[in-house]
């Protein structure tokens, strides 16, 4: 493999972070979850800091959490919110291959609606619903779209493997 990065990004739900250490485990590439980061990196969960410093300064964490990971060979699962940084999906793009990995908002929206630890599902599906249009056009410019729905994880890893050396 040739050493860039391979982020994930894609809406909350999408299984990122399932799909990532699995990526990794294939690859040998050391894995990353941003949020984990974050939380290690700010000694806070992502709802208390949703809750006590508000959405605005988690982006302005998630840009610079992502800024500050300039190891290559790493798969990076990112938040759903990534791609609402101009800077941050440039600097994914200059840096590696961002793979989408695209689901239907109503599938994504039953595994996330009762996840406490995701403090945008608070907001309920109306919103989540018009957050998810709004980004769509972001995720979609990723380099590699692929449509989850129906593949097993081994299926995405194999088919992001065979994209990424090819
Ligand atoms: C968010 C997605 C979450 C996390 C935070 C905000 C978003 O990550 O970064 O709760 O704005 O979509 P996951 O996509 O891993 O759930």
Request: with cysteine; aromatic share 10%.
């Amino acid at each position: 493999m040739a050493g860039k990065n391979i982020y994930l990004i894609g809406f909350m739900g999408a299984g990122k972070t399932t799909v990532g250490k699995e990526l990794a485990k294939k690859t040998g590439y050391v894995f990353i979850d941003l949020d984990e980061y974050i939380v290690e990196k700010t000694g806070e969960t992502i709802p208390a800091i949703f809750e006590k410093h508000g959405e605005e300064e988690f982006r302005r964490l998630e840009k610079v959490s992502l800024a500050e990971l300039t190891e290559s060979g790493c798969i990076i699962a990112t938040g759903g919110g990534i791609v609402e940084s101009k800077e941050s999906v440039s600097m994914m793009k200059e840096k590696g291959f961002t793979v989408y990995l695209e689901s239907p908002f109503t599938t994504l929206y039953e595994r996330i609606k009762e996840d406490t630890n995701r403090p945008l599902t608070a907001q309920g599906a109306a919103a989540l619903s018009a957050r998810f249009n709004r980004r769509l056009p972001l995720y979609e410019q990723a380099e590699y779209t692929i449509h989850t729905e129906k593949l097993g994880v081994d299926e995405i890893v194999e088919m992001i493997c065979r994209r990424y050396e090819g």
